[in-house]
């Protein structure tokens, strides 16, 4: 069974710049979430989408961030523009039910 | 809503020791409490995890315990080694669509 596909792993932007992540979950996987996680913290949830719907963006900087989930299957995450505080791994999860499956991270830096 | 806290957010073993990671929750509705480990520059990887209708489950040299009326769950590695060492986190869910909150981490060394 295939894992989380995210890309790109590592991106390097200056602040005020534009960047956007993809992530393709584990097939099936109706649930789908984009974690944000600062060096030595735990991740904290950014979106979680059921199938194409959005379930919760509460933590979801607006004005800067913004994600979707076309046809229910692989998503993309956006900011624009980009702080330094932004500096994060982002992380694409999938689940069904409780279990959730994390990929590898995409690994920001903003200068 | 969920507040999770864990300790220590470091710990150093020797290997073939055990080491125990300890976290606590808020929120009594929740249910569903994995742990994960991390690796340098790898997403986190479920490891083990625990459903509210079970006290203790282990799997090899991993085990996790519940305690419901204290709301407090416990990671137990036996027979550490040098490749347990990583950033182990904790987490709970409520039923519904609520998130996975997570615990700050704890960065376990194995030494050799």
């Known amino acids: 069974e295939a894992g989380v596909a995210q890309s790109p792993r590592y991106k390097i932007i200056e602040k005020r710049q534009s960047v956007a992540f993809w992530c393709n979950p584990i097939?099936?996987?109706?649930?789908l979430y984009w974690y944000q996680q600062i060096l030595g913290q735990g991740p904290k949830l950014l979106i979680q989408?059921?199938?194409?719907?959005?379930?919760?963006d509460s933590q979801l900087p607006k004005d800067r961030f913004s994600a979707e989930r076309l046809k229910g299957v692989d998503s993309t995450l956006k900011i624009q523009p980009a702080k330094l505080e932004d500096s994060a791994v982002y992380l694409c999860?999938?689940?069904?039910?409780?279990?959730?499956?994390f990929g590898e991270g995409s690994w920001l830096t903003v200068v | 809503g969920e507040n999770v806290e864990q300790h220590p957010s470091t710990l150093s073993v020797q290997e073939g020791d055990s080491a125990v990671i300890k976290c606590t929750y808020s929120?009594?509705?929740?249910?569903?409490f994995p742990w994960y480990k991390q690796e340098l520059g790898k997403g986190p990887q479920l490891i083990i995890d625990?459903?509210?209708?079970?006290g203790e489950k282990k799997d090899q040299r991993i085990a996790v315990t519940l305690n419901k009326t204290a709301k407090h769950f416990s990671l137990h590695i036996t027979e550490t080694q040098p490749e347990d060492s990583a950033v182990y986190f904790c987490?709970?869910?409520?039923?519904?669509?609520?998130?996975?909150?997570f615990g700050k981490g704890t960065r376990l060394s194995v030494i050799a």
């Open positions: 625990i459903r509210s209708n079970v």
């Open positions: 987490a709970a869910l409520s039923s519904g669509n609520t998130p996975l909150v």
């Open positions: 989408f059921q199938n194409n719907g959005v379930v919760d």
């Open positions: 929120d009594s509705a929740s249910n569903y």
């Open positions: 999860a999938g689940g069904t039910g409780n279990t959730i499956y």
């Open positions: 097939s099936g996987h109706a649930t």
